[in-house]
């Protein structure tokens, strides 16, 4: 039994070491004071706030809290970058949210956000947020060259609750997929869309995915007329492999 009991042990360190070599950033965010608004190794960005909080959370006693405002200025966006990133073709995200209302119909969010520069030389943004009847949408622009494309799903996004969100990019298939409470409801690729499109036509209608030179993680109403936004994020991990 005592051999048994050392075996189990060192499968147990070994599995957890693994687990470790995948991650890319993991933050419960209860290293930090409630209140505090800078969170190395993150960056923050727009005129919105960002600031830990105690009011709301999921494990620990602390989560982040985001207010955003009406337009792309008054966005509440958090972001990270890494070489450890920039090296990854794929990568999995993985983050519990609480979204007090979400945008009104019309209004188009953003939630979550990888960004960098493509093999063809333009910078790209591939998100996932909304825009109509407060349903989750995924959203692909670009610069200098045009495109904005959107992928609608029917799916609405949970509000007033803490709900899973996962999802999936990789560069290399220029493929995205969105889980919501372990329920896949986008996959690029592979389901089956009912609305989707693009604005421009830079890009002839194509997803080029980038390097993955920054995540971004909160929220931003692009249009003015919906109002302030209360979200509060706790537990994200970005991995090399599905956790």
């Known amino acids: 039994m005592k051999n048994l009991s050392v075996i189990l042990v060192l499968l147990s360190l070994v599995s957890c070491k693994k687990f470790r070599n995948q991650i890319i950033i993991e933050d419960d965010f209860e290293t930090y004071a409630v209140g505090q608004t800078i969170f190395f190794p993150w960056e923050t960005s727009g005129n919105g706030t960002i600031e830990i909080d105690s009011l709301k ?13 009406e337009g792309y200025d008054n ?56 825009q109509h009847h407060k349903c989750l949408m995924a959203n692909y622009d670009t610069n200098p060259i045009k495109s904005d494309c959107w992928d609608h799903t029917k799916v609405k996004i949970p509000e007033n609750e803490w709900f899973v969100v996962n999802w999936y990019v990789n560069r290399k298939t220029n493929n995205m997929r969105l889980w919501i409470n372990e329920e896949l409801v986008h996959d690029l690729k592979e389901h089956q869309s009912f609305d989707k499109g693009c604005l421009e036509n830079g890009n002839n209608g194509e997803w080029s995915f980038p390097v993955f030179e920054k995540v971004t993680l909160g929220w931003v109403d692009y249009q003015k007329g919906g109002g302030n936004r209360k979200v509060w994020i706790d537990d994200v991990i970005l991995s090399k492999e599905k956790l």
């Open 75 to 130: 966005r509440a966006f958090l972001s990270f970058s890494s070489e450890k990133l920039i090296k990854q073709y794929e990568y999995y995200g993985s983050l519990k949210m609480f979204v007090e209302e979400a945008s009104p119909d019309g209004i188009h969010w953003t939630m979550i956000q990888t960004s960098g520069k493509t093999a063809q030389g333009f910078y790209a943004e591939v998100r996932y947020g909304g």
């Open 57 to 69: 959370h999921v494990s620990g006693n602390k989560s982040l809290k985001f207010v955003s405002g």
